[in-house]
């Protein structure tokens, strides 16, 4: 099919057909690595992962098909239930508190003009760390007798938790830790805010808006594109949360102590034990369906919402 | 427009509703002094709780053993041994040397493969375009874990498991990001431009080598640098393939330093922290360096998402 909008006259009709057949011919071969790829390692492997996921396979014999068994087991199964209401809940904190914090650094590096490069370097920095440092870092940091944060609250007169010790306070570390690591949003947001017409909180402030008013009908509606894809982007990160985590509290430590690693198990952790380290492939698979209809479902239910703020309203949520 | 003036909320803004007149250039202009002041003090407060972490690890790597979580920040006593310690109890520089290879071969195979099938997408009008390239955004959503297992046995039965190969291999059928982000710059590129070339005689994948990839450099250094950092801080890939420790890359290495040094129950934490004080510092000096491509890769991902 000629694509092109000039109709030429008829004895060029056939030569710029015959030419947008070659060009499409490129086009195709320009391609081709990718479409190789995907058919290679995204759409096969998602095939036979599904596959996988209704048989018992340990790599060394071959699949054995159990029709729902491994879904059963997982409905069932306190350790994956574990894991799933820890990530949930870690995602439940970490998102809004990252977009909330980020916003805010934000808003400062908009306002200190050229000073906010230097700033901007600051905040990004441990985004370069290596999570696995981040990960070592941080579990000294939250030690409960020397770590830094508790000699820190010690300061203000603050009986600092067990971080990396009880139970409950896992997660919260786990959060402390993860909000070190929030440069990219701030970079999104910054440039976003970057990005809205002086003019329009020129005219509002000649309506008479006040600070709020402008932030709230001019800021927020401008960033909410920025807002909205942070929303999904860092969730869909937190809820596949492994390395930093991995690297505290997994591994071959001898998880020495009081301390049950049940209460640091995340999802893909546990997703990543059942198939390397206890070779259940088909269980492991029918876990990562099931996280990918979880991430499917919220993903589309956070598009439905924001289909409704996104440059209409100000309010994300 | 609201004209109604509600109170501030907390961390909002404050400003004052000054009366509309001749407006500043700078946004900074209609704000009292005082203000600003109090902006850079709110900016250096959080600056220093960034800080903090880095130079409490660094003046950590640097004591006895015994002052390791001694209070304060400060390297005292002075122990730099600590490093040539760590170099010494495990191949550090093996890692090290393993983490530039995978690194220089994963970032190089993701540009060159991600810029020759963004050139496609760009350039060409052809059948099934949009949805291809709406497949390509897609697959940017996938959970890794759902290919995981069965890439491993794809490795796995090509006899390359405990090889490094699997570490940079994949990308070098084009990664949906970097095909998104060069898109978007060959898109930027008059066609015109390339159709005068056609018509001297040029093929595509000469427009594509001589001009189109040249034209389009600082947006292969974004893809590059960005690859370059991925690949470095993986922990996920060298778990799953690699056995030898002579193959670790320095995460997968730093790792088992943790578990051997750390709660392996030797205690030995300054040897822990100098090793991590050598991962990290490359990627800190590549971020000074490139500084610009990661800034404007997250900021151009971040607005046409």
Same mark, same amino acid.
């Given at each position: 099919?000629?694509t092109?909008t000039?109709t030429?006259?008829?004895?060029?009709?056939?030569?710029?057909?015959?030419?947008?057949?070659?060009?499409?011919?490129?086009?195709?071969?320009f391609?081709?690595p990718?479409?190789?790829?995907?058919?290679?390692f995204?759409?096969?492997?998602?095939?036979?992962?599904?596959w996988?996921?209704?048989?018992?396979?340990?790599?060394?014999?071959?699949?054995?098909?159990?029709?729902?068994?491994?879904?059963?087991?997982?409905?069932?199964?306190?350790?994956?239930?574990?894991?799933?209401?820890?990530?949930?809940?870690y995602?439940?904190?970490?998102?809004?508190?990252?977009?909330?914090?980020?916003?805010?650094?934000?808003?400062?590096?908009?306002?200190?003009g050229?000073?906010?490069?230097?700033?901007r370097?600051?905040?990004?920095?441990?985004?370069?760390?290596?999570?696995?440092?981040v990960?070592?870092?941080f579990?000294?940091?939250?030690n409960?007798?020397?770590?830094?944060i508790n000699?820190?609250?010690a300061?203000?007169?603050?009986?600092?938790?067990?971080?990396?010790?009880?139970?409950?306070?896992?997660?919260?570390?786990?959060?402390?830790?993860s909000?070190?690591?929030?440069?990219?949003?701030?970079?999104?947001y910054?440039?976003?805010?970057?990005?809205?017409?002086?003019?329009?909180y020129?005219?509002a402030?000649?309506d008479?808006?006040?600070?709020?008013?402008?932030?709230?009908?001019?800021?927020l509606?401008?960033?909410?594109g920025?807002?909205?894809?942070?929303?999904?982007?860092?969730?869909?990160a937190s809820?596949q949360?492994?390395?930093?985590?991995?690297?505290?509290?997994?591994?071959?430590?001898?998880?020495?102590?009081?301390?049950?690693?049940?209460a640091a198990?995340f999802?893909?952790?546990?997703?990543f034990?059942?198939a390397?380290q206890?070779l259940h492939?088909?269980?492991?698979?029918a876990?990562?369906?099931?996280?990918?209809?979880?991430?499917l479902?919220?993903?589309?239910?956070?598009v439905?919402?924001?289909?409704?703020?996104?440059y209409?309203?100000?309010e994300?949520? | 427009?609201?004209?109604?003036?509600?109170?501030?909320?907390?961390g909002a803004?404050?400003a004052?509703?000054?009366?509309?007149?001749?407006?500043?250039?700078?946004?900074?202009?209609?704000?009292?002094r005082?203000?600003?002041?109090?902006?850079?003090?709110a900016?250096v407060a959080?600056?220093?709780?960034?800080?903090l972490?880095?130079?409490?690890?660094?003046?950590a790597s640097?004591?006895?053993?015994?002052?390791?979580?001694a209070?304060?920040?400060?390297?005292t006593?002075?122990?730099?041994?600590?490093?040539a310690r760590?170099?010494?109890?495990m191949?550090?520089?093996?890692?090290?040397?393993n983490?530039?290879v995978?690194?220089?071969?994963?970032?190089?195979?993701?540009?060159?493969?991600s810029?020759?099938?963004a050139f496609g997408?760009?350039?060409?009008?052809?059948?099934?375009?949009?949805?291809?390239?709406? %497949? /390509?955004?897609?697959?940017?959503?996938?959970?890794?874990?759902? =290919?995981?297992?069965p890439?491993? &046995? @794809?490795?796995? *039965?090509?006899g390359?498991?405990d090889?490094q190969?699997?570490?940079?291999?994949g990308n070098?059928?084009g990664?949906?990001?970097?095909?998104?982000?060069?898109?978007q710059f060959?898109?930027?590129?008059?066609?015109?431009?390339?159709?005068?070339?056609?018509v001297?005689?040029?093929g595509?994948?000469?427009?594509?080598?001589?001009?189109?990839?040249?034209?389009?450099?600082p947006?292969? %250094? /974004?893809?590059?640098?960005?690859?370059?950092?991925?690949?470095? =801080?993986?922990?996920?890939?060298? &778990? @799953?393939y690699? *056995?030898?420790?002579?193959l670790?890359?320095l995460?997968?290495?730093?790792k088992?330093?943790l578990?051997?040094?750390?709660?392996?129950?030797?205690?030995?934490?300054e040897?822990?922290?100098?090793?991590?004080?050598?991962?990290?510092v490359?990627?800190?000096?590549?971020?000074?360096?490139?500084?610009?491509?990661?800034?404007?890769?997250?900021?151009t991902g971040?607005r046409?998402g």
């Amino acid at each position: 099919m000629a694509t092109t909008t000039v109709t030429p006259a008829v004895p060029g009709r056939r030569r710029r057909a015959s030419l947008a057949r070659r060009e499409a011919r490129w086009a195709y071969l320009f391609l081709a690595p990718w479409i190789v790829g995907f058919l290679a390692f995204t759409a096969g492997p998602m095939i036979a992962s599904l596959w996988l996921s209704f048989t018992e396979y340990d790599v060394i014999n071959s699949p054995r098909f159990t029709g729902l068994d491994n879904y059963r087991q997982l409905m069932s199964d306190p350790q994956v239930a574990r894991s799933l209401g820890n990530t949930v809940y870690y995602t439940a904190l970490h998102v809004p508190l990252v977009m909330a914090i980020s916003l805010g650094l934000a808003l400062l590096l908009k306002r200190v003009g050229r000073l906010s490069g230097f700033f901007r370097t600051v905040f990004y920095l441990p985004v370069m760390t290596p999570a696995v440092a981040v990960g070592i870092l941080f579990l000294l940091l939250l030690n409960t007798q020397d770590g830094l944060i508790n000699r820190g609250l010690a300061l203000v007169g603050i009986d600092g938790p067990s971080w990396t010790t009880d139970p409950d306070w896992v997660m919260p570390g786990i959060v402390l830790m993860s909000l070190w690591s929030l440069g990219s949003t701030v970079i999104i947001y910054l440039a976003a805010l970057q990005g809205v017409p002086r003019d329009l909180y020129e005219a509002a402030q000649l309506d008479g808006a006040g600070a709020w008013a402008r932030f709230r009908h001019v800021t927020l509606p401008m960033i909410s594109g920025a807002l909205f894809f942070t929303l999904i982007v860092n969730t869909i990160a937190s809820l596949q949360m492994f390395t930093e985590v991995y690297t505290m509290y997994f591994g071959n430590r001898q998880t020495a102590g009081s301390f049950s690693s049940d209460a640091a198990s995340f999802y893909v952790i546990h997703l990543f034990r059942e198939a390397f380290q206890f070779l259940h492939m088909g269980f492991a698979s029918a876990m990562a369906w099931l996280l990918f209809l979880i991430i499917l479902v919220i993903t589309l239910v956070q598009v439905k919402l924001g289909n409704r703020f996104v440059y209409y309203e100000g309010e994300d949520r | 427009m609201t004209t109604t003036s509600q109170p501030p909320a907390a961390g909002a803004v404050v400003a004052p509703v000054t009366a509309p007149g001749p407006v500043r250039q700078d946004d900074d202009g209609r704000r009292p002094r005082w203000q600003r002041v109090l902006f850079v003090l709110a900016l250096v407060a959080a600056a220093v709780v960034f800080l903090l972490p880095f130079v409490w690890l660094v003046g950590a790597s640097l004591r006895p053993r015994e002052y390791v979580f001694a209070p304060g920040l400060l390297p005292t006593p002075f122990a730099p041994d600590n490093y040539a310690r760590a170099w010494d109890a495990m191949p550090l520089f093996t890692w090290l040397f393993n983490s530039v290879v995978v690194g220089v071969a994963a970032a190089a195979a993701a540009t060159l493969s991600s810029a020759w099938v963004a050139f496609g997408f760009a350039y060409f009008r052809f059948p099934g375009r949009n949805l291809l390239f709406g %497949l /390509v955004l897609a697959t940017m959503m996938l959970p890794f874990a759902v =290919t995981m297992i069965p890439t491993y &046995l @794809i490795w796995n *039965r090509l006899g390359l498991v405990d090889t490094q190969v699997p570490l940079w291999a994949g990308n070098l059928f084009g990664s949906a990001f970097y095909i998104f982000l060069l898109r978007q710059f060959f898109l930027s590129l008059p066609r015109e431009y390339f159709e005068a070339a056609r018509v001297d005689g040029a093929g595509y994948p000469q427009l594509f080598w001589r001009m189109a990839f040249p034209l389009v450099r600082p947006a292969l %250094l /974004v893809a590059f640098v960005f690859e370059f950092k991925a690949s470095w =801080t993986d922990l996920v890939k060298p &778990l @799953i393939y690699l *056995r030898n420790e002579q193959l670790y890359t320095l995460p997968r290495g730093l790792k088992v330093i943790l578990d051997r040094f750390g709660y392996g129950g030797e205690q030995q934490w300054e040897v822990v922290l100098a090793a991590s004080v050598i991962a990290t510092v490359p990627m800190i000096i590549l971020f000074f360096l490139a500084q610009r491509h990661f800034v404007e890769g997250i900021a151009t991902g971040g607005r046409k998402g």
